[in-house]
């Protein structure tokens, strides 16, 4: 069969299970409310969870940027793509984190498997089996041996731990993307006291909201115990890229070994302007997180009141767990006629029969968009 046959009946397959995905039309893209498909609904969708996209203060930044520094960095880091807010950056982010350094790179997914593919080699990983997909495609590329512990599960990580004998790795999300629960991390931090293990944290879905937007690890007092902090500008920062936090002498390695780092051109002026503002803005504002929290509980006790099953979310992402493709589909469908977008997230991006609409909620919410996602959701209970 050849390739063009192949892709034809993969397509087919995927259609047939309800997994196809297309690239939804929206237009009035920066506001809570946008336009889908020529209707006007709530986004709640987005990892823009504190409004910081739209935010003025972060679009100025970085007018000023492309006004200083122009368009484009036009080369690697290593090169000659770094100029002055680059700097200033790396300094803003290792303080907000309390580490020695920090060292930008160009998303997220280029974070975690430059990260992996540098540190790990000779390594093995201990990694929670709900990880983000770029961790698994870093440990892929990394070419180390890993274990998948089911998630959160502790035991399962301390009798994989016992079992080896390598340099180890444990790496995990600190809030979970797609379950918005949250890593044990006081249990993780002693497992890798006690087999001398390395901690990688992911606070993509943290950074902005816990800990005074300094991330989950920070929230738990226990950011000196984690040796790399890994973390997104693209969600709550309302930007784009992402930061490694560590010490100095694994910030100079991945300087010098992370392939994601060194070989692709480096952030343009206009991104690594609205990073230095949204750090900014959030030590100016270190209870956003705070209150979209509150606000999160509250939703999450309404619709637990309805029956609906909601995980053990403790974030701005609330799951709402309806099992198979064909409920999540029709149960998004219905939302949108009143004026809710959610996701409809299915497997490959969850396990099988675990299919959710996923709510992310931001901290701009008022009380009629509050009382528009719970009418929504009373008549989805009543309807399905
Ligand atoms: N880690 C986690 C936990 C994520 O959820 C995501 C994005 N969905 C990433 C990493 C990748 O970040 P980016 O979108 O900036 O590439």
Do not use: W
């Not at 609904?41 to 935010?55: H, I, R």
């Not at 694994?250 to 230095?276: M, Q």
């Not at 589909?329 to 996701?343: C, D, P, S, Y």
């Not at 299915?346 to 009380?367: C, G, H």
């Amino acid at each position: 069969m050849s390739v063009l046959d192949l892709v034809k009946q993969n397509l087919n397959h995927i259609k047939f299970n309800d997994q196809y995905r297309t690239i939804p039309k929206i237009s009035n893209h920066a506001n809570k409310y946008i336009e889908l498909n020529g209707l006007k609904v709530l986004n709640l969708s987005s990892n823009n969870y504190l409004g910081l996209a739209e935010n003025d203060f972060l679009k100025q930044y970085s007018i000023e940027a492309i006004k200083n520094y122009g368009c484009s960095s036009g080369a690697s880091r290593i090169v000659s793509g770094n100029y002055e807010i680059y700097a200033k950056l790396e300094e803003a982010v290792a303080n907000f984190k309390h580490t020695q350094k920090a060292l930008v790179l160009n998303s997220g997914y280029v974070a975690n498997i430059s990260l992996l593919q540098a540190l790990a080699k000779n390594a093995t990983i201990f990694c929670d089996k709900l990880n983000h997909a770029s961790i698994i495609d870093g440990m892929l590329l990394s070419g180390a041996k890993f274990y998948r512990y089911a998630h959160l599960d502790m035991q399962m990580l301390e009798n994989l731990l016992k079992k080896d004998t390598s340099n180890k790795i444990i790496i995990t999300d600190t809030i979970f993307s797609m379950d918005g629960d949250a890593a044990p991390l006081k249990e993780i931090v002693r497992l890798s006291k006690q087999y001398e293990a390395l901690t990688i944290v992911d606070e993509a879905h943290a950074t902005g909201i816990f800990g005074e937007g300094r991330g989950y690890a920070y929230k738990e007092g226990l950011s000196g115990e984690i040796d790399i902090h890994m973390g997104t500008f693209s969600k709550a920062l309302g930007s784009f890229g992402a930061y490694v936090a560590s010490s100095e002498d694994i910030i100079d390695y991945l300087i010098n070994t992370a392939r994601g780092f060194i070989f692709s051109t480096s952030l343009p002026p206009a991104v690594i302007g609205a990073n230095l503002a949204s750090i900014n803005y959030i030590l100016k504002n270190p209870h956003l997180g705070e209150k979209l929290i509150l606000m999160s509980d509250n939703v999450r006790h309404f619709l637990k009141n309805l029956g609906f099953d909601v995980g053990n979310s403790i974030s701005q992402i609330i799951p709402v767990i309806l099992k198979t493709n064909k409920a999540v589909l029709v149960a998004q469908k219905i939302l949108l006629e009143k004026g809710v977008f959610v996701g409809a997230i299915r497997p490959p991006t969850v396990p099988k029969n675990t299919s959710r609409l996923r709510i992310s909620l931001r901290a701009d919410l008022d009380d009629n968009d509050l009382e528009l996602i719970k009418d929504a959701f009373f008549y989805l209970g009543n309807t399905l």
